[in-house]
C-alpha cells in the first residue's frame, strides 16, 4: 500500500479545482491547509472540513504579494511542519482579447497572480522539501499550456508553467522532490460556470470539441492531484498531464470534412 500525502499545502483551495484537491486529500486523511485571497470562502471550506471531522486550516495569501505569499509559508512552516504536497491552483482566468487591444495591466496582473505567484510559492515551500529531502509539487497548467488562445496573458503565462515545471523538477528531483503539472481542460468550476453564464464560453462547442463530449469535473482534476503526490507516482516528475476528455487529440479533425 503506498503511503499518501499527510500535510498539504492547497493554494486557491476556498474554490473550483483547489477546493475539490482540498477535499480529496482531506478524505484520504491528510491535513490540508488552504491559502486563498477569498478568506471568506477558504475559512468556509476549513470549517466544513473540520465538522465533518477532517484536518483542514486556512490562512489568507494574496499570490500577486511577495510579502503574503512569504508570510503564509512561514506560518505553515512553523505552525504545521513541512508539507509533503503543495498544490498550487491559486490562480485568475482571462476573458478573450486580442493582441492590439489587450490591456497590458491585465497582461501583467495575470503573469504576477498565475506564473510569478506559482514560482515564488513553490521557492517559499520548496527550500524546506529540498532540505528535508522529500516533496511534491503541482502546479496548474491548462489546454493553453499546448494551444494559441485568444486568452493572451493567461495563455502564455500557462505555456511558461511548464517549462517552470520541467526546471523545478530538474534542480530538486537529486533532493529527492518531484514537481509535476496538469493541464485540465473546460472544467466546470465556479469560475468557468461564471463565464459561460456571461456569454464568454460556449459550451455546446466545448463539448463538440471533446472526444468523451462533455466538461471535465473538478474531483476529476482533483484525483488526478492525489495520484501524482502519492507514491503510487514515485518515478513521475517533470510531466504536464492533460486531463481534458479528449479536447486535445480532437482538435485537428476540425480541419477535415469528416467529423468522429
Ligand atoms: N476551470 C478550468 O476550466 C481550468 C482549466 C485549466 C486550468 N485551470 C486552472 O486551475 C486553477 C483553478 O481554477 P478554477 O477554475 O478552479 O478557478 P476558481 O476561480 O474556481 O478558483 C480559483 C481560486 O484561486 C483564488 N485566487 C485568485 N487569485 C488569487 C490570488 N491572487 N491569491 C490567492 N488566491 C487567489 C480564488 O479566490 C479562487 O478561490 C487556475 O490556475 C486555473 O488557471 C482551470
Redesign the pocket.
Known sequence: MATNSKLVVV??????????TARRFAASGAKVVI????AE??KKVAADLCESGMKAAFYP?????DE?IQLFAENVLRTHGVPDALV??????QNAVRLLEMNVAEFDRLF???VR?TLMMSRAFGAAMCDAGAGTIIN?????TFRASAQIG?AVG?AGLKMLTEVMAAEWGPKGVRVNA???????????Q?RIDSGERDPDAVVQKSALRR??R?DE?AETIFFLCSENASAITGVTLPIDCGWLVTTAYSSYAAQP
Open positions: 493554494t486557491g483551495g476556498a474554490s473550483g479545482i483547489g477546493e475539490a491559502g486563498d485571497l477569498n470562502r477558504g495569501l494574496d499570490l500577486g504579494v503574503s498550487n491552483s491559486g490562480g485568475i482566468l504576477d497572480v498565475n505567484g496548474l497548467c491548462s489546454l493553453t493567461y500557462k496538469v493541464a485540465p481542460g473546460y472544467t466546470l468550476t465556479p469560475a468557468m461564471a466538461f471535465v473538478p482534476v
